[in-house]
Structure formats: C-alpha cells, structure tokens
C-alpha cells in the first residue's frame, strides 16, 4: 500500500510537534507536582527530568525537520534557520540556563557582562585588589612577646631555606621550637639529620604512617613497629593527614571512616608511649560547598579544583565530624590534636562544645587566621576561654620563599600580630598569594597570661618538655596513661 505523502507529513508534524511541547511541559516543579505528588524533586532527579527534556526537545525539532524535508526539500531552506533559532532558544531556556546557571556565557545578562569586560567597563573578580584607605594606628612587631613553639610546620615544603637560614629566622621572631610534621618513614631520618642534629634543641618531629596499606594483611602489626621504632629514634608525636575520611578506600572500594576499628590499636599505643597524634581531618566548610558564586572560598578552589570534596563521590563533611568524635570517645587516654581548629573555626561553639567534652583534646591555630581574624570578638572570647587547650602553629613551610612577599620572618610576625595586638583590617599570611577569601583581619589583643600559654606553656604540657623528660603523673587527671621517659 502506497503511503501517502501528506499523511506521512502531517503524522510527523504531529509528532514532532509533541515531543516539543512534551519537553517544554514536563519541567522538575511539572514532575514533581503532577507525577511524584511531592513538592520538589531531589537535585539529581531534577538533572535526570532536565535531561529528558533535552532528549524530548532535541528528538522533535529532528522529526520536525525530517517531515518538512519529506514533504518538499525546496520548502526546507526556508524553515531552517527559523526553526534552528527556536530550538537554540528553547535549549537555553529549558537545559543550559538549568544546568550552568552561573556560566556567563550562556545566559543574556553573562553575555552583557562580557561585553563590559572586553570594552573595559567592569573586570573580573581575579582583577580586584582594592586599595585600603583606612587610616589607622596599627602597631609593627618584630619579635614574639614570648618564647615560641610551633607546633605545626612543614619542612618538606621549604624552598630554597635551610636549616641555618631557617634558625636564624627563628631567632629573629621568637620561635623557640618548631614541630616538624613530615615523619613519615624515609623522610623522618633526612630532617632528623639535616634540621634535628644541626640543631637538637630547635626541632621537634612527629611521626607519619602509612595509613593508606590499610588492605595489606598485617597492617596493624607493621604500623605498630614502625611507630615503635620512630619513637625510639626520637618522634615526640603522630601526624595524620586528612587522606583519613577523604580518600583511602578498603578492598571493596569503599572510603574508611576515620573511626574504623582496625585503626583502633594505634591510636590506643600512641596514648600507651603517652605521645600525642595530630590529625588533619576533613577541611574548611566551604571546601565542602559547589565551586560556584555563593562559595566564599571561590578563588582558592577554582585555582586549586582537587581541593574540593563536593560531590556524590565523598563524604558529607557532618558525616567526618560524627566520626572524628566517635574517635575522642573511643581513645580517652589518647591526647588528639586537631589541626586547623579543628577545621571548623567558622563555628567556634561546635569546638567549644568538643572542648568541653573531651578533654583528651587540643587544637591549633595554624592556617586558620583568615577565619579567627574576621570574627576578633567571638575569637576573643573563645581563646580566653580556652586558654588551656589551644596550641600555637602556622602550617609554615608552605609559601616560605625568601626573596617572595611572604618570606618566614613576615609570615611568623602576622600570627603574632592577630595574637597581640587590636591592630585592624590587616592581610592574614599569603594574602594576595593563595587567597582564602576577599577579606582581612584583626588582632585580638590577648592577656599575657593566655599569651604564655598558647606560645609555649600548652605544648610544653603535652610533649613533656617542661622537665626534659615525660612526667608520669603528668596527665593522671585526665586518665592518661604514660609508660616511658626520657
């Protein structure tokens, strides 16, 4: 039978015509009304529903095209330009405005900012470096009010900066000590001998493992001798990088969570040779966030994309924090240093509350000031607080560059600056290098009695080095168990 040409144009006019109009219709707040009976999708049925109206959309301008070139080619010049624009415009309106919102060059207000920008009208954000016309007395500081020890540093980081150079700047600021925390195996005895021997007073170490051959069969045992046997060589703690929680993955491929039992007996020996463990877990809030407009980090992560731990492939940062606290609860005989106040100091209640419960634990300032140094009142407040458990550190190392902006000497004076003074809207270290955020910050003029403390007297407590050697009575109140001197 001979199909009719007429028929067949207007069955696929029909049909391409309802597909459009299908596409157009069944939006995420459509579905979610009329087909789910619920009041809004979830984010990633909402792709699935904006996707299919991409399919539906493109599928009927296809057959569309297809009829009109099955009734008469000739006619189709005519229609395809017309009918292109359609569909480039519907694609916007129903997909790519949805799916790349923030994309400027994708909707009409992007393509106007553009415009600007090529014509020298506006900027981009990476171009404002606002000049500050505050004129204020803030006070210089050359050296520390008190003997320091930094309990956070990286030597493996340093570039182009020794020992001696190294110490020399030490002098010049105050630090009376720094902990070195990149033991791990293999690099422990290079800065045991080139920064420890040189300088045996100057230098503490900590000990790294390799948590990461969590699968191999006698993990626990090998880890246990290699803690052993650095301990003998003379590390006075235990670091743990935040790849705990973030990225090691068990034999099925399933992320480990920081509390998982298997990591139980070192955690349990470290508070048997009565060493603490500092642990770098999870990361700032926003790390946790899209990379979009609204997240405040925006800069530093689009520069740094691997930074960022948002995404169905990790862990909600809620989920970390539940599992770090199960890991205080699990090892009250353990001292736990978290690192980067206790990376969340946009929510100093939250660690005033872990504060208070535990008190096997202690943080550190080191890397946080762009965070403390905006919030100086409720900052205040929280170090004279908790005068007792916060630990003096800089994460220095990382950026040191002697002949940059922030060479050692500046960036050690900013964290003595934010500690001492009420100095106001100042750069926090590596401003303008790795920028955390479009802000500055302000000192919090702390007592000399807290001062004492944070510098020195805190770490002093906890790596026994008051007497020169480890106090068994030390922590008896606090049921910390301590098995060896020095």
Not at 171 to 179: E, L, Q, T
Not at 455 to 482: C, D, H, P, T
């Amino acid at each position: 039978m001979k199909i009719n040409r007429n028929s067949f144009f207007y069955v696929f006019l029909l049909l391409g015509i309802l597909l459009i109009t299908a596409g157009i219709i069944f939006h995420p707040s459509f579905v979610a009304k009329h087909v789910k009976g619920a009041s809004a999708l979830s984010p990633k049925t909402a792709v699935k529903v904006i996707h299919y109206q991409l399919y539906a959309i493109s599928s009927g301008f296809i057959i569309l095209l297809i009829s009109i070139f099955y009734y008469n080619k000739g006619t189709l010049k005519y229609f395809i330009f017309p009918v292109l624009i359609i569909y480039l415009f519907l694609v916007h309106a129903f997909y790519l405005n949805k799916i790349y919102p923030d994309n400027v060059l994708l909707n009409l207000s992007g393509l106007k900012k553009t415009w600007n920008v090529l014509l020298g009208k506006e900027f981009v954000l990476r171009d404002y470096q606002p000049k500050s016309s505050l004129v204020v007395e803030n006070k210089s500081l050359k050296k520390a009010k008190f003997p320091v020890i930094d309990v956070h540093f990286h030597l493996k980081s340093l570039k182009n900066i020794n020992a001696d150079e190294l110490v020399r700047t030490m002098d010049a600021c105050g630090i009376r000590k720094i902990v070195n925390l990149d033991g791990r195996p293999g690099n422990f005895e290079k800065y045991n001998r080139d920064f420890k021997g040189k300088y045996p007073d100057r230098f503490i170490m900590f000990a790294q493992l390799k948590l990461w051959e969590y699968n191999k069969p006698d993990f626990v045992k090998n880890q246990l001798n290699t803690l052993d046997n650095m301990v003998t060589m003379g590390a006075q703690g235990l670091k743990v990088i935040k790849n705990l929680g973030l990225e090691i993955r068990d034999s099925s491929g399933n992320l480990v969570p920081i509390d998982a039992p298997r990591f139980d007996p070192i955690w349990d020996r470290a508070g048997v040779l009565n060493i603490p463990v500092l642990m770098h877990l999870t990361d700032p809030t926003p790390f946790f966030y899209p990379v979009d407009r609204f997240n405040e980090r925006y800069e530093e992560l689009r520069e740094f994309p691997s930074w960022s731990y948002f995404g169905p492939e990790f862990p909600k940062k809620e989920s970390l924090l539940l599992q770090r606290e199960h890991l205080l609860e699990k090892h009250p005989k353990t001292i736990f240093i978290f690192a980067h106040m206790a990376d969340n100091p946009e929510n100093l209640s939250y660690i005033g509350y872990l504060l208070d419960k535990y008190s096997n634990l202690y943080v550190d300032i080191s890397s946080r000031l762009p965070e403390l140094g905006r919030q100086p009142y409720t900052a205040r407040k929280f170090f004279i607080k908790y005068q007792d458990r916060i630990l003096f550190g800089t994460d220095g190392g990382y950026g040191l560059n002697p002949n940059g902006s922030w060479p050692a000497d500046r960036y050690f004076r900013t964290y003595f600056e934010f500690l001492e003074t009420s100095n106001e809207y100042f750069e926090y270290p590596l401003f303008g290098i790795q920028k955390q955020g479009e802000w500055r910050i302000y000192g919090i003029d702390l007592p000399d009695s807290v001062l004492e403390k944070i510098y020195y007297m805190n770490a002093e407590k906890i790596l026994y080095l008051k007497s020169g050697r480890r106090s068994a009575g030390r922590f008896q109140n606090e049921g910390v168990r301590a098995s060896r001197t020095e």
